[in-house]
């Protein structure tokens, strides 16, 4: 489940992040999506610290995958 939820948003979203990308430049862009993708591994880490929690793991993964595939687009 932790690897599906990452690979949802990412059927459709570089798809929009090209096109964003376009609008902002990929400088910008980059940095964007590094952050997402930091805050999401910050998330995720925090999760499975003592005690952990399963659903802000899965809310992580979703917000690391916002930002996964768009900088590979970039």
């Known amino acids: 489940m ?3 939820i990452y690979s ?10 090209g096109i964003f990308l376009d609008a ?4 910008k862009g980059l ?5 997402i993708l930091t805050i999401g591994q910050l998330l995720f880490a925090y999760a499975g610290s003592d005690p952990p929690s399963y659903h ?6 979703l917000v ?3 930002g996964g595939e768009n ?4």
């Open 64 to 66: 690391f995958g916002l």
């Open 8 to 17: 949802y948003p990412n059927c459709v979203l570089p798809l929009f992040g």
């Open 71 to 74: 900088m590979s687009v970039a």
């Open 31 to 35: 940095i964007l999506f590094t952050v």
């Open 56 to 61: 802000l793991m899965l809310a992580s993964r």
């Open 2 to 4: 932790l690897y599906s």
């Open 24 to 27: 902002i430049g990929i400088r």
